[in-house]
């Protein structure tokens, strides 16, 4: 923990060293997200519920996957290069390191536009009108359980790329997949979709089952969200150690700068 806290505090140092770039892709990432949420606003003017849900309760949904996905673009940026850090043999340096190989590969980069997601959060929930009660506590929770699957589910797909070779543009595009599902509400899609949502493409415990515990607090689903996201990020470190035992085996040298 503290070698990640210690990496993630020189990523930081780097990043605010280019302030103008720094702040312009935040800028342009929280611009882009509210915008998108403008569409929801708009139907929500026509519409005052859809199949239960209201403009308020979107806000939540939308700012606890804005969140969580900007968390986990913070704290573990490198998961979007790990599948081409697999196939390039980039990981061979890291084994030489007394440290975790995968806190060494996901903590290696921080995201500048994560930021701007994490404000994007804070906005959408600050104007939810759910943040009263109970919900204080578990709002920011499920934005940290978000961060966590989502951070998992990188691995998960990255990870692929040690069996696959180069599947890196895969991995992305399912990414976006799953961000894209985790702003809409489940009540749109029938049982088969939501099946997906909450195997294949964890969207329900990024966004829907955290929502749910803001709009109505329940112990049993409190206990569903944990257990969910342990198990995706226990299943992701164990799917990476497996797949480098098979990398150790056969990989190719290279030099870090």
């Known amino acids: 923990m503290r070698f990640a806290i210690a990496l993630l505090a020189t990523n930081l140092k780097a990043a605010f060293a280019l302030r103008g770039t720094f702040f312009l892709q935040a800028g342009l990432m929280l611009i882009n997200n509210l915008l998108f949420f403008v569409f929801w606003w708009v139907l929500f003017e026509r519409f005052e519920e859809i199949r239960g849900w209201r403009i308020g309760d979107i806000a939540v949904l939308y700012g606890i996957s804005a969140a969580g996905y900007g968390l986990a673009a913070v704290l573990a940026g490198g998961v979007q290069d790990l599948a081409r850090h697999i196939e390039d043999g980039d990981l061979d340096p890291m084994l030489n390191l007394p440290r975790s190989v995968l806190v060494q590969a996901?903590?290696?980069?921080?995201?500048?536009?994560?930021?701007?997601?994490?404000?994007?959060?804070m906005i959408l929930l600050a104007m939810s009108g759910h943040l009263h009660g109970l919900a204080w506590l578990t709002a920011p929770l499920g934005v940290v359980v978000a961060g966590v699957?989502?951070?998992?589910?990188?691995?998960?797909?990255?990870?692929?790329?040690?069996?696959?070779?180069?599947?890196?543009?895969?991995?992305?595009?399912?990414?976006?997949?799953?961000?894209?599902?985790?702003?809409?509400?489940?009540?749109?899609?029938?049982?088969?979709?939501?099946?997906?949502?909450?195997?294949?493409?964890?969207?329900?415990?990024?966004?829907?089952?955290?929502?749910?515990?803001?709009?109505?607090?329940?112990?049993?689903?409190?206990?569903?969200?944990?257990?969910?996201?342990?198990?995706?990020?226990?299943?992701?470190?164990?799917?990476?150690?497996?797949?480098?035992?098979?990398?150790?085996?056969?990989?190719?040298?290279?030099?870090?700068?």
């Open 149 to 257: 699957v989502f951070a998992a589910s990188g691995v998960l797909l990255h990870s692929s790329a040690f069996w696959l070779g180069r599947v890196e543009g895969l991995a992305r595009q399912a990414s976006e997949f799953l961000i894209t599902f985790s702003v809409y509400p489940p009540s749109l899609f029938g049982w088969q979709v939501k099946l997906l949502l909450f195997t294949v493409l964890p969207a329900g415990f990024i966004s829907y089952l955290p929502t749910e515990l803001v709009r109505s607090f329940d112990p049993g689903m409190l206990v569903m969200v944990l257990a969910g996201a342990a198990g995706y990020a226990i299943l992701a470190w164990w799917v990476f150690e497996r797949g480098l035992r098979r990398y150790a085996s056969g990989s190719r040298f290279g030099v870090r700068d």
């Open 106 to 121: 996901v903590a290696a980069r921080t995201r500048s536009d994560g930021w701007g997601d994490v404000v994007t959060g």
